[in-house]
């Protein structure tokens, strides 16, 4: 496991961008590393990757000097371990909507005295010198995707959790506790969004947020925002249909 070059810049208040691939393609992470972004998002809880393409897409991250962050499919111990085992800068779980479970998160992804990993190591701990176990605390980030109204009502309780390095507001899934399915723009929803961003900055810890173009990028780090998430395919759409405008 490497030095988190990511973790770092959000310890320091500095803002990360986040992109997701949405393939399954090593080739893929290490051109988007390459391109400059300081995390990719490796998605387990939906999508194509299983477990082998995470540990490809991992090594193409460290090639590159990027952080892979995987989205494990629960707050599951064995899950979030096999994602760190396999070389993941952090683990992003979702549906965190107590102060329970956003420990129970921290206790899966951090050996002791900080939590209860299960210690094997894996190839995160080929290379490294010294107390693999330390290593890995300093190095591993936890993400809290917070996606219900219920966590939203409980946000002030998470918060206190230590040992989280972002909490990502998530609109998707929000809009539908809301009771607006499939409509992340509607402006009930974006203004829960909002007001949980200013929230978590106002309570001095990193709120992270989706965006789909540079202009929704500014406007949330102008909130505050510090993990900034894109999706590739909302990056490609633009550039794409540009292209193909000219040959109507």
Known sequence: MRRNLAKEKLAAGKPINVVAPGYSSAGLVEMLGRMGFDAVFIDCEHGPVGWEDVEHMVRAAELVDVTP??????????????????????????????????????????????????????????????????????????????????????????????????????????????????????????????????????????????????ASARRYLDLGALFIYVALASLLQPGARDFLSEFK
């Open 69 to 214: 962050i995987v989205r494990v499919q629960s707050n599951d111990p064995s899950t979030i371990t096999r994602a760190l085992d396999r070389g993941a800068g952090g683990v992003q779980v979702p549906h965190i909507n107590t102060r329970a479970q956003a420990e129970a998160a921290v206790r899966a992804a951090k050996f002791a005295p900080i939590g209860h990993r299960g210690y094997a190591g894996g190839r995160a701990s080929l290379g490294v010198k010294g107390n693999f176990t330390v290593h890995a605390n300093a190095e591993t980030m936890v993400i809290a995707m917070l996606e219900e109204v219920e966590a939203l009502k409980n946000l002030d309780e998470i918060l206190q959790v230590e040992h989280i390095d972002a909490f990502f507001i998530a609109p998707g899934d929000l809009a539908q506790s809301m009771g607006y399915p499939g409509q992340m723009d509607h402006p009930d929803v974006q203004a829960a969004v909002q007001d949980a961003v200013r929230r978590v900055r106002a309570a001095g810890r990193a709120p992270g947020v989706l965006t789909s173009n540079a």
